[in-house]
C-alpha cells in the first residue's frame, strides 16, 4: 500500500524567495502562513499557476478568513504586508482541522479526486493522460518524442499539480465511463465541456510577493453563504453536490468557493512505490460537473458584451440584457493589444450597442483601479493572461497561452492622461503594422502580382508589432509612477522615436528586396468608371513615409525641427 501525501505538511509547491534567489518546495501550510516571503509559485506550464491559486491557495484563504467587505477593508488588510496575528492563527486551525482532506492519496478521501473510481472492466490509462504537455490519446503531435506506449511517471508533487490543472484546463469529448455514474452509455460520457478555465482567456493580478497576489485576486464583498463550500468540504454522498461520488451534475456555482474549487472531472490517481520513491504512473478520468456558463462572478475574466442587435436566444433569460461572455485569448496577439477590454474598468463598461459588442474588465483590475491611489501610482501590478487554444472539436490542445504585462495603475482611471496615451501607443502600433502591410500590398502591385490575403500566410505587419512589442512594454513599465502631463508626453515621444526607426527598418527590408521590375511600375484597373492607377517603387515609399509621419506625429515634428534633419 502507498504511503499518503499530505499538501498541507508535505512540499510541493515550488516558491521563489520574494527578495530573488532559487524556488524550493514547500507545504501549503508554509506557503500561505509565510507569503509575505515568496515571490509566486513557480510552475511548469503557464496555465498551472492560476489552477493552483485558485483551486488550492485562494480557496483554503478565502474559506479561513472570508474577504474584505469594501476597498477599506482591503487596505487595511493589505498594508501590513503579511497576515496579521489572528489570521494566522485562523489559517493554522483551518488547516489543522481540514489535514485529513488534503491528503492526495488517502484511500477514503483523496484531495481532488474520488476514491473508488473505476470502470467496468477496471482499466485505467497512463498518467500523461493528465499532463498537457504530454503525448496521449488525441493529442500527440507527428513528431513527438514520446508515444501514449511509454510509461509515464509523476512524483506526487507534479500529480498534484496537474490534478488541479486538469480539473481546470481538461479537453473536451468524449471521457471514460465509470461505475455509478447513471449518465454512462455504452461504457462513455459524451458532451463533456473544456475544463472551465478553458473557456475563457485568465486574468491574474501579481504583487510583488504570494501575499499581496493572494489579496490582489481576492475580490471584496459580502460573506460566502453556508452552501458555498470548497470541493473538499462537499464529500458526503448524500449531498447531491459531493464531489466525492462518480455522479455529477449541470449547475451553476453556488458562490466563489464552488467556482474556484469546481471539479470538472471525477478523478482517480494511482500511486505506486517504485525504486524512486512513491510515484503516480496510472490514472482515470471521468466526467465531472458542468456549468451552464462562467457566471458573472467569475473575477478572472474579461467580459465582452453582446450587440443588442442579436437574437432572442442570445440574451439573457430576461430577454433585456445582453449577455456577458468571457473574452478569449488570440494565439499570438500580445496582451498590450488588447487594452480595449483590460482597461474598460466596471464603471464605465463601453455599452453594447445595436451593432458593437462591449467590453467589461475583470471585477479584479476594476477593484485595483479603485484602490489605485492607496497602492500609489509606482505600484508593480503586473497582469498575467493565460489560456489554451483547443483543436479538433475542443478535443485536443493546440497551444498554451501566456503573456504577462506590467501595468501602471493609473491607466485603470477613466479620466487619466496615461490612460489615453497608452490607447494613443495601442492604435499607432496597429497603423504603423497597416501600413507596413499597404506598402507590401503597393509592391505586390507594381510587380504584377496580387496583395497578401488578409488571412493567409504572414503579412509583413506582424514583423512591425514583433519590433515594437518590447518597446511598448519598456513604455508601460516607464509610466509607473509619472503623474504629471510633461512626463507622458516625454515618455510618449521617445516611444515614438523608436517606434519611428523600428517600422523603417521593417519597411526598408520590403524595399531592398523588391526586383528591378518593380521601379518601373505597372498601372493597375481600380475599377469601371475609375481612371488607372500607376503602382511603382517610389510612389509605395512616399506613401509609407507620409503615412508614418501622421501616425508619429511627435517624432515627425521633432525631427523636422532638429538640424539637421534626421535620416529615415
Not at 503623474?483 to 526598408?508: C, H, K, N, Y
Amino acid at each position: 500500500m502507498a504511503d499518503g501525501f499530505s499538501l498541507t505538511d508535505d512540499p510541493w509547491l515550488l516558491l521563489p524567495p520574494a527578495t530573488g534567489g532559487a524556488a524550493q518546495e514547500y507545504s501549503l501550510r508554509t506557503a500561505l502562513l509565510e507569503a509575505h516571503e515568496f515571490g509566486d509559485p513557480v510552475v511548469e506550464l503557464p496555465t498551472q499557476r492560476p489552477a493552483v491559486l485558485r483551486q488550492v491557495l485562494l480557496s483554503v484563504v478565502l474559506d479561513a478568513l472570508g474577504r474584505p467587505a469594501d476597498e477599506r477593508e482591503w487596505m487595511d488588510w493589505f498594508s501590513t504586508g503579511c497576515w496579521s496575528r489572528d489570521q494566522r492563527l485562523r489559517l493554522e486551525a483551518y488547516l489543522d482541522e481540514h489535514r485529513e482532506l488534503f491528503d492526495l492519496f488517502d484511500p477514503v478521501q483523496p484531495f481532488g479526486q474520488v476514491a473508488d473510481l473505476r470502470t467496468a472492466k477496471g482499466e485505467t490509462k497512463n498518467a500523461g493522460l493528465i499532463v498537457a504537455t504530454a503525448a496521449t490519446g488525441n493529442n500527440v503531435p507527428l513528431f513527438a518524442s514520446r508515444t501514449e506506449g511509454d510509461a509515464f511517471s509523476l512524483t506526487p508533487a507534479q500529480a498534484a499539480h496537474w490534478l488541479l490543472h486538469t480539473q481546470c484546463w481538461d479537453t473536451a469529448a468524449i471521457k471514460t465511463g465509470v461505475v455509478g455514474d447513471p449518465k454512462v452509455k455504452a461504457g462513455k460520457t459524451t458532451g463533456n465541456p473544456t475544463g472551465p478555465l478553458g473557456q475563457m482567456g485568465v486574468t491574474l493580478l501579481t504583487g510583488t510577493t504570494l501575499f499581496e497576489t493572494l489579496l490582489l485576486n481576492l475580490p471584496v464583498g459580502a460573506p460566502t453563504t453556508s452552501a458555498d463550500l470548497p470541493q473538499w468540504r462537499r464529500r458526503e454522498p448524500a449531498d447531491p453536490r459531493s464531489a466525492g461520488s462518480p455522479q455529477w451534475q449541470e449547475r451553476t456555482p453556488e458562490g466563489l468557493l464552488d467556482l474556484w474549487t469546481w471539479q470538472s472531472r471525477r478523478i482517480r490517481l494511482l500511486p505506486e512505490d517504485t525504486d524512486e520513491g512513491l510515484r503516480v504512473t496510472r490514472v482515470l478520468v471521468a466526467a465531472g460537473d458542468r456549468m451552464p456558463h462562467i457566471p458573472e462572478i467569475e473575477p478572472h475574466t474579461m467580459w465582452r458584451l453582446e450587440s443588442t442587435g442579436g437574437s432572442v436566444t442570445s440574451r439573457s433569460k430576461s430577454g433585456t440584457t445582453p449577455p456577458r461572455r468571457p473574452v478569449r485569448l488570440q494565439p499570438g496577439k500580445a496582451a498590450w493589444r488588447g487594452l480595449d477590454a483590460l482597461l474598460a474598468p466596471e464603471r464605465q463598461s463601453r455599452e453594447a450597442g445595436k451593432k458593437t459588442s462591449g467590453f467589461a474588465t475583470s471585477k479584479l483590475l476594476d477593484q485595483a483601479g479603485a484602490l489605485s491611489l492607496d497602492l500609489g501610482a509606482a505600484y508593480p501590478l503586473r497582469v498575467e493572461l493565460s489560456g489554451i487554444a483547443y483543436g479538433n472539436q475542443l478535443a485536443v490542445i493546440d497551444d498554451v497561452l501566456f503573456d504577462a504585462l506590467p501595468l501602471p495603475l493609473a491607466a485603470l482611471d477613466t479620466d487619466s492622461d496615461i490612460r489615453s496615451a497608452l490607447f494613443e501607443v495601442a492604435e499607432q502600433a496597429e497603423q504603423l503594422a497597416t501600413a507596413v502591410n499597404h506598402l507590401s500590398a503597393d509592391l505586390r502591385r507594381a510587380l504584377g502580382t496580387d496583395p497578401i490575403p488578409w488571412d493567409k500566410g504572414q503579412r509583413p505587419g506582424e514583423l512591425v508589432l514583433h519590433a515594437l512589442d518590447p518597446l511598448v512594454r519598456r513604455l508601460l513599465t516607464g509610466m509607473r509612477g509619472v503623474e504629471d502631463l510633461e512626463g507622458i508626453e516625454a515618455g510618449q515621444l521617445a516611444w515614438e522615436q523608436l517606434a519611428w526607426r523600428r517600422s523603417w527598418e521593417v519597411a526598408d527590408g520590403l524595399l531592398q528586396a523588391v526586383p528591378v521590375g518593380a521601379f518601373v511600375g505597372r498601372n493597375a484597373s481600380q475599377g469601371e468608371g475609375k481612371p488607372e492607377r500607376t503602382y511603382r517603387v517610389s510612389l509605395a515609399e512616399a506613401s509609407f513615409l507620409k503615412r508614418r509621419a501622421e501616425i508619429l506625429h511627435r517624432a515627425d515634428a521633432a525631427r523636422r525641427s532638429s538640424s539637421p534633419p534626421d535620416s529615415q
